[in-house]
């Protein structure tokens, strides 16, 4: 009932159709009857739709299908591989500590060095990331207002000098976009703040599929994402900086 991408993908479905015209609709049954859990099926979508076939699948298979699933599974419930549980999280805790130190110890711009925090859980880096999408908004912020500030000192300084602004007002547009004044903002803290987000979200992935192989230790896309993560991840802890 989950996919490969780990989206749950099942459906409750009626063995004895809801309404008149539907797969082995039972006129006789009440509505009661009709949604009452005896008369309800789980089923994936491709299941769904081949047990159209109400030749092949009739009310009694659907039945017996379904007592013989709710009989296996309620007789075998869910275990964790314990023994690949701790083998992720054994394998994970010690590539942390590995990425600390290279950080730490071993970045090639130290001072211009973006901080990298292994002991964040998935939720204080979600946290992080958020900040870091309010200070997007603090920037912009701060540029507009600095734009209207500068049109409005260039009028005043016109004004205080006897000088005519028509030319300045009418053609806004052309007069406004004093972009070197916003240099700094615009040049180094937007893209620092971008390379901060960058590698939060990225340190998020590699902690949420750390938590989510440890119950799901067979997915193969999940285990080849993290190892491509892994690396690309190790190799910006040494080598991501602020630009300055």
């Known amino acids: 009932m989950v996919n490969e991408r780990n989206l749950f993908?099942?459906?409750?479905?009626?063995?004895?159709?809801?309404?008149?015209g539907g797969e082995r609709y039972d006129p006789q049954q009440t509505d009661d009857?009709?949604?009452d859990y005896c008369n309800?099926?789980?089923?994936?979508?491709?299941?769904?739709?081949?047990?159209n076939d109400v030749e092949v699948y009739t009310?009694?298979?659907?039945?017996?299908?379904?007592?013989?699933?709710?009989?296996?599974?309620?007789?075998?419930?869910?275990?964790?591989?314990?023994?690949?549980?701790?083998?992720?999280?054994?394998?994970?805790?010690?590539y942390w500590d590995r990425v600390d130190k290279l950080h730490r110890l071993s970045h090639q711009?130290?001072?211009?060095?973006?901080?990298?925090?292994?002991?964040?859980?998935?939720?204080?880096?979600?946290e992080k990331a958020k900040g870091l999408l309010g200070e997007f908004h603090r920037l912009a912020?701060?540029?507009t207002n600095q734009e209207d500030e500068i049109y409005a000192e260039l009028l005043s300084f016109l004004a205080s000098h006897g000088i005519n602004d028509e030319l300045i007002t009418s053609n806004s547009r052309i007069f406004r976009?004093?972009?070197?004044?916003?240099?700094?903002?615009?040049?180094?803290g937007f893209e620092n703040t971008s390379r901060k987000l960058f590698l939060l979200l990225m340190q998020m992935e590699l902690q949420f599929l750390t938590?989510?192989?440890?119950?799901?230790?067979?997915?193969?896309?999940?285990?080849?994402?993290?190892?491509?993560?892994?690396?690309?991840?190790?190799?910006?802890?040494?080598?991501?900086?602020?630009?300055?």
């Open 211 to 244: 938590d989510h192989l440890k119950v799901n230790p067979r997915n193969q896309d999940a285990r080849r994402r993290l190892d491509l993560l892994k690396d690309e991840f190790e190799r910006l802890a040494v080598s991501a900086i602020h630009m300055d």
């Open 109 to 126: 711009t130290p001072d211009l060095a973006i901080q990298v925090d292994t002991t964040q859980s998935y939720a204080d880096l979600n």
């Open 40 to 51: 309800l099926i789980l089923m994936c979508y491709p299941h769904h739709v081949e047990t």
């Open 177 to 188: 976009p004093y972009s070197l004044r916003n240099w700094e903002p615009l040049t180094l």
């Open 59 to 94: 009310v009694e298979i659907l039945k017996q299908t379904k007592e013989h699933h709710e009989r296996v599974f309620l007789s075998n419930p869910f275990k964790i591989d314990e023994t690949l549980l701790y083998k992720v999280t054994a394998e994970m805790e010690g």
């Open 9 to 20: 993908v099942g459906q409750i479905c009626h063995i004895e159709a809801a309404e008149s």
């Open 33 to 35: 009857e009709r949604r």
């Open 141 to 143: 912020d701060y540029i």
